[in-house]
């Protein structure tokens, strides 16, 4: 353990903090370009500890709605649409009775049959919730700015898709981890090219709740 805590969040201090005596139930643990995010629940960080087991399932960042892929099916919730908007209801903009990103995937990972999920672009930051929208497999991001699409398991190359976005030109890149390389236009940054230069870079690597 390091450094001294002083509880505040715009303070300049680094520091360390011991997480098994804090009232913690989920941990959210994501990349620094916030392409890739996993879940974890308590007892799973505690088995892992122990045991070495990998947890979770991990997502690809794609940019724009999640279109591609198949309507849902009766008797599932959103059956004869494309997406199926009942973990939140139908809500537009910013609103904090919707979801973040790790709430939305966590209900991703509870239906079995969920292949994707897409939610605001500005809930990225972790500040913010927005509607969530569960997908079934197949779909992945079309490249509108205003949403991200976060496919299950999305590990492939992608570069016949939209994993760049409308900011960006893909090249696949096999000694890459996502399989692809995105070439970010002026200002524009991250891994698939989603951080805008009036929002500027902000990097976080874990938030515990």
Do not use: K
């Not at 991990?58 to 591609?68: A, D, E, F, I, K």
């Amino acid at each position: 353990m390091y450094g001294e805590n002083d509880a505040d969040p715009a303070g300049r201090h680094t520091f360390s903090l011991y997480f098994v005596d804090l009232p913690w139930t989920q941990m959210l643990l994501g990349s620094g370009d916030l392409s890739m995010f996993a879940v974890m629940e308590r007892g799973q960080l505690e088995q892992c500890s122990l045991s070495g087991v990998p947890p979770s399932t991990s997502y690809q960042l794609t940019v724009g709605y999640c279109r591609g892929g198949p309507e849902w099916e009766a008797p599932h919730a959103g059956a004869g649409q494309l997406w199926d908007c009942s973990p939140t209801g139908s809500m537009d903009g910013a609103n904090e009775l919707g979801m973040g990103v790790a709430e939305c995937q966590a209900a991703c990972d509870a239906d079995p049959l969920c292949g994707a999920f897409d939610i605001e672009s500005h809930t990225a930051g972790g500040e913010s919730a927005s509607e969530c929208c569960l997908f079934r497999e197949g779909h992945t991001g079309q490249g509108s700015d205003e949403r991200h699409c976060w496919v299950r398991g999305g590990m492939d190359n992608c570069c016949s898709g939209t994993c760049c976005g409308r900011h960006g030109t893909c090249d696949i890149a096999l000694g890459q981890r996502t399989g692809h390389l995105c070439t970010c236009e002026d200002g524009w940054t991250g891994e698939s090219c989603e951080i805008s230069p009036v929002n500027g870079q902000w990097f976080p690597t874990m938030l515990v709740r």
